[in-house]
């Protein structure tokens, strides 16, 4: 069974920077054909693509993300980790990560994690 499990700060200051991680368990990283996923929604939006790790070890950001975001991986613990630099409230959301198939199919998600950004 593929389990995925988000931790990291609830509560980052603005202009700081938000660091998650996201433990995989059940499945590794460099799988072939898999993609590791950061996905946010705030509350009362849809949802938001942020990036992917693939299994090959290289990242994929969202244009309008992109300056700010890194996404890099720790194959040795299974765990992937999202950075957004010089957050605002605006990056006040639940954060998800996900693991991706090939034509941009979720078959497992973490739970999520709130993270809210504020003075």
């Known amino acids: 069974q593929v389990q995925l499990q988000e931790s990291g700060p609830g509560l980052v200051k603005p202009s700081q920077t938000l660091s998650l991680t996201c433990t995989v368990s059940?499945?590794?990283?460099?799988?072939?054909?898999?993609?590791w996923s950061w996905i946010r929604q705030p509350s009362g939006k849809g949802l938001e693509w942020i990036g992917y790790i693939a299994y090959s070890g290289s990242p994929y950001y969202s244009p309008s993300l992109k300056s700010r975001t890194s996404i890099s991986r720790d194959t040795s613990k299974n765990q992937f980790t999202l950075q957004l630099t010089s957050v605002t409230p605006e990056d006040t959301a639940v954060y998800y990560c996900?693991?991706?198939?090939?034509?941009?199919?979720?078959?497992?998600w973490g739970q999520g994690t709130q993270v809210t950004v504020s003075s």
């Open positions: 059940g499945a590794s990283l460099t799988t072939n054909n898999y993609y």
């Open positions: 996900a693991r991706m198939a090939g034509g941009w199919t979720y078959d497992y």
